[in-house]
Every structure is written in structure tokens, then in C-alpha cells.
């Protein structure tokens, strides 16, 4: 089963910028999970200010860009896991967020092409 | 699963930590990985009992492992005169601290790779029966239940346990250390676990028995085998070809079958299904292995033909002439009536379907292939494209009656009918799954 997990920090609590002791551990759990054939593809997300909304709506496309005025700095991340099933996949992202810290992240199960 | 939330996130969590902690104990133990598992056992115990009430430990695998070290402890003062291993753990941890100190748990860390690599090399040991090899190593170190492996190979849950215990005793009685290979007994012994993983992907990727004609579960426990022992051993070019291949493999699952369940033929498949990310990933690994020199290993060459497919967007770009050179290599490499078939396929398709038949026919008298089913379903399909209508009926019911797969069976009946409906000469519009 394939989920993709991501994580937004939370509006209400500024965060921290990251430690290069949380990069590192980051890194390590990361790696290990890739090792464990577990990541198949992760990234970073750049701050949600600088994201674009694309809508289309009785005919009409309109495009949106940032800084939106809820919005402060919300960097974020992503990772799509292989899992054997639901559980394994919350397991993982309770991990993650023991390293990364307090927040929440959320996770979307994949269909196949 | 079942039980409540809680006990479905204990059960994950012991399921994930399984093969490390096995591996861990199995090192202490003298290589003994039955000692390791009742060590291991005891320690699970604990954790079934503790979690629900006081949670999951923020390290659980170092939880379980101090109390399963303790365990051993507790048998090694009790046997002393009687078990050798017990007191082999025992000596190696009285020089330890034992109260499950941070530094005992970061030396355990250090070389749990190490440990788990050893624990896939003792898993896959020669010295075993092959479906030994499989059950031991998908138990081990895939943290598999009995009774999934069993569920997975259509087999009584009874002969699966059977065959891990006595996998178990052969290694002990045959003293079998637990270590890394090196040397000149590297080659054979790592030869052995690519081959345990991958039968594990084939007989996913085409079920031998029962009713479906793929099960996904079981290429996806292959898949993970093999991304875990690339992970453990990155400069073998042979691993990441296995891994390539099965990544690539793992691309078509999507598109291999029909709305019902059917099987979908390489060249009948929607393409747009295959799993981009699957295939850059196997291309990435299959590029890593030539890159360290490995492009002449038979899994790195299986992966080479797999990559072709996986390159052409559409089948009529694929490159026949470059399928058949690899198949020639491959013949030479890894000899097998097999490869030698998949070669004839090639070139029917590089050659046309006579130049594939004079090479199919050359085979018939092999008798490993004389109750292969994809021969006759091989031959069936020249012979149809040649316009002998008649002959690949016959050759298609044969394929069906000796495939075991309900699946494959219903396709070779119905490319029979389809066959016997095509008036002789008629032009064909079927073919035969070609290799890779």
C-alpha cells in the first residue's frame, strides 16, 4: 500500500527554525526508513506564501499567488512510503513526528496510476 | 488484524522491530537464530503485557532488546552447566553493563546492519532446502506470522511452521556461523539470496497455484527484501539488479490485469497504468549497477531486458534487437531452457514469428520445458501469427492444462477458442506474453 504523508506546521504555533541537531536526526530517520524500503520519494515544501492556487470556475481560470494572509512561513515536507498496510504507515509518521516534533501531519492513501 | 487500535499499533511496532531484534539476539547467541527468536519471543511477551498499560517505550526496539538480553541472562545463571550458548550470551554480556545502559544500546545500534545482513545470509544458507530458505527468511526477516507465509503459498499453516523448525536444527546441527561471507564463498552464498528473493517476487508476480493470478502481497514483501539488502550491501551490482528488475516488474502490476482479474499480456497493456516512479527507481538501480561494473550479472542483464520495455511508450518502440543480445548474454551467463525460450520470443519479435518458431522447436525435446506451460503458449502464439490456425489451438489447450494458475488456465482457454474461431490462414491479433 502506498500512502503519501505530509506535514504543514500549524499557523497557531510560530516554529522554530530547525537545528542543525534535528537536520541531522531528521536525516538519520529518513535514511533509515529509506533503507528499509519504506521511502520511495520525499521531498521539502517551499513556504506556503510562495504557493500558487490555480482555480477554474464557471469557465474562468484564476491563478492566486502568495503571501496569503493566514499564512507565515509554513514550510512543510512529504514523503510517500510502501507500506503493508494502514498501520505501518501510521507507525512511520508517528517517528517522524517524534523526531520533528509537536504538530500534525497528515496521511492519503495512493491509488496506482 | 485485530483488536482494538492500541493493540494494532503494538502488534506494528513488534512486527517492525522483529527481524532487528532477532538479528541482534542471533550474534549474542553464537549464530543460534533459535535461541535469537525464543529470546525474542520472551521479549514480545513482555511488550504485549507492559504497552497496553504503560505505552510504547519511545525506543521500543532498545526495549525489547534489554529485556530479552536480560532474559538470556536470567537462563544463561540457571543452565550454566548445561547450555553452552546460553553462556556464550552471557559471558558477552557480563562484560557489558546490563542495566540496559544508553552505551550498550548504542553499541547494539551500531551494528544491527551488520546483524541483519548476517541474519539474511543464515536465512538463505545453502545447507537449507530451498522452501526452507524462502519460509525462513520471509519469517525472520520479514517479520511474517506462519500463518501469513502459509495464506501467501496456499499451503497448511502446520508445513510452513514444520519447515522453519527444521530449518533451525539443520543450521544448529550443522554449526553454521553467523557471520558475513567473504571470499571466494561470497559469490554463491549472496547467488543464494537473490535467488530466495526472488522466487519470493516470482511466485507473487505469477502465483504457481490457486486462484489469482498475481499476489501483489508477495512481490511487495520480495521488493522490500531486496530495497532492505541494498540498503545493507549498496556496492553488489547483483543486488541492485535484482532490485532493478523487481522495481521495474513492479511497474506493470497495475496494467497485468483486466477489470476482472484476468491476465493482461506486456504488449496488451495500457501503458499509461505502468508506475513511472517504479520504473525510475528500477532505472536509477539498474544505472547504480553498471555503473560498478556489474552490467554482465545475470540479474543486472534480466534487469537490462526489463528496462527496454520499460523505456517504449508504446510496444512498437521497442528496441528487439537489443532484447535478443541481451537474452544471447543471458544464455551465456545463466543457462536455462527458460532464457532460451524468452530468446525464441525476441526473435520472433526482432525476426519474425518463423525465425522464433525454428528456435521453439529446437526446444520441445528439453525436458525441463516438457510440462513448462508457457512453451506450448509461446509456440501456440507463432504458430497462430504464422496463419496455422489449427495447430496453436492444440498448443494453447496444452498450455492449459498444464498451468496450475486458475487464471492462466482461463487465458489459455480462451486463446484456444479464439484460435479455433480464426478461420486457417486468417491473420492473428494475439500474442504471447514475451519475456521480461
Known sequence: MRFLGYTLADPATPMPEPTPELYAKMDELVTEAIKAGVIVATGGLAPVEEATKVRYAGGEFTVIDGPYTEAKELIGGWALIEVRDKAEAIEWTKRFLATAGEGESTLRQVFGP | ?436
Open chain 2, 1 to 436: 488484524m485485530t483488536g482494538s487500535p492500541t493493540n494494532t499499533a503494538i502488534e506494528t511496532v513488534i512486527r517492525l522491530e522483529s527481524s532487528r531484534l532477532i538479528a541482534g539476539l542471533a550474534r549474542y547467541a553464537g549464530g543460534d537464530i533459535g535461541i535469537a527468536e525464543e529470546l525474542a519471543q520472551d521479549a514480545v511477551v513482555a511488550a504485549l503485557e507492559q504497552w497496553p498499560r504503560e505505552g510504547v517505550p519511545a525506543n521500543p526496539g532498545a526495549w525489547l532488546m534489554t529485556v530479552a538480553k536480560r532474559r538470556a541472562v536470567d537462563l544463561f545463571r540457571r543452565n550454566r552447566e548445561l547450555e553452552r550458548k546460553y553462556a556464550q550470551i552471557g559471558r558477552a554480556l557480563e562484560t557489558e553493563a546490563d542495566d540496559g545502559t544508553a552505551a550498550l544500546d548504542r553499541a547494539v545500534a551500531d551494528d544491527i546492519d551488520d546483524d541483519l545482513l548476517r541474519l539474511i545470509f543464515i536465512s538463505c544458507h545453502p545447507v537449507l532446502p530451498v522452501p526452507a530458505r524462502v519460509a525462513l527468511t520471509l519469517r525472520l526477516v520479514g517479520g511474517l506470522t506462519t500463518a501469513e507465509i502459509a495464506r501467501a503459498y496456499v499451503v497448511p499453516e502446520p508445513t510452513i511452521a514444520q519447515r522453519i523448525v527444521r530449518a533451525k536444527r539443520t543450521l544448529a546441527a550443522a554449526h553454521i556461523r553467523f557471520e558475513t561471507p567473504g571470499g571466494r564463498e561470497r559469490p554463491a552464498r549472496l547467488a543464494s539470496v537473490l535467488e530466495v528473493i526472488y522466487l519470493i517476487y516470482n511466485e507473487g508476480y505469477s502465483a504457481t497455484a490457486g486462484d489469482d493470478w498475481m499476489r501483489p502481497d508477495l512481490c511487495h514483501e520480495a521488493l522490500r527484501l531486496g530495497r532492505l539488502l541494498a540498503g545493507l550491501a549498496p556496492a553488489e551490482p547483483e543486488v541492485l539488479g535484482l532490485v532493478a528488475l523487481m522495481e521495474i516488474q513492479s511497474s506493470r502490476i497495475a496494467a497485468r490485469t483486466g477489470p476482472s482479474g484476468e491476465p493482461v499480456l506486456l504488449l496488451d497493456q495500457d501503458r499509461a497504468r505502468w508506475d513511472r516512479l517504479l520504473i525510475n527507481r528500477g532505472l536509477a538501480a539498474l544505472a547504480r549497477a553498471e555503473e560498478l561494473g556489474g552490467s554482465h550479472g545475470q540479474y543486472v542483464l534480466q534487469a537490462a531486458i526489463a528496462a527496454c520495455h520499460a523505456r517504449a511508450f508504446r510496444p512498437e518502440e521497442t528496441d528487439w534487437g537489443l532484447i535478443t543480445r541481451l537474452y544471447t548474454e543471458l544464455a551465456e551467463v545463466a543457462p536455462s531452457p527458460i532464457v532460451e525460450l524468452n530468446r525464441a520470443v525476441a526473435v520472433s519479435m526482432a525476426d519474425g514469428p518463423a525465425a522464433g518458431l525454428a528456435l521453439v522447436d529446437q526446444l520441445a525435446a528439453e525436458p525441463a520445458l516438457r510440462s513448462y506451460h508457457l512453451l506450448p503458449s509461446v509456440r501456440g502464439d507463432l504458430l497462430l501469427k504464422l496463419g496455422r490456425a489449427d495447430e496453436a489451438e492444440a498448443e494453447f489447450r496444452r498450455a492449459g492444462e498444464l498451468t496450475q494458475n486458475a487464471r492462466e488456465r482461463e487465458l489459455s482457454a480462451q486463446r484456444a477458442r479464439s484460435a479455433g474461431a480464426q478461420a486457417p490462414g486468417a491473420p492473428a491479433d494475439s500474442q504471447a506474453e514475451p519475456p521480461g
